[in-house]
């Protein structure tokens, strides 16, 4: 899944300022088959549901986890300067979501931190 929402072009509205919505759906869902294509191919076992959203995501991971067992999210790091704060979505997931979950850190933070 992956939630994205075009911020207001007015503060404090919804007026998006990518107005078409259809071909930013259609960048969303090309993007993550480009991303979960190597995976496919390496677990073919695996069942995956490309699933883009054009809503926040945080709102959109709440939806999804009201069914879920397992919640499993990455964390960019991006929302702070010290590594070991989560980010706003990471965090809202890891304190409202109904079913385990799981904070994968970003590849270059786990990097520096496997020594």
Not at 35 to 46: G, L, T
Request: hydrophobic share 45%.
């Amino acid at each position: 899944m992956h939630g994205a929402w075009e911020p207001g072009a007015v503060p404090e509205s919804d007026l998006p300022l990518f107005a078409d919505k259809a071909k930013l759906f259609q960048a969303r869902a090309a993007m993550l088959e480009k991303v979960v294509h190597p995976w496919r191919r390496r677990y073919p076992k695996v069942h995956v549901d490309v699933m883009p959203l054009l809503e926040r995501p945080r709102e959109a991971l709440l939806d999804a986890a009201g069914t879920a067992d397992l919640l499993v999210v990455g964390d960019r790091g991006t929302g702070s300067l010290d590594p070991l704060l989560l980010g706003a979505t990471s965090s809202a997931m890891l304190h409202h979501a109904p079913c385990t979950v799981a904070i994968v850190p970003a590849p270059r933070y786990a990097a520096q931190n496997a020594a």
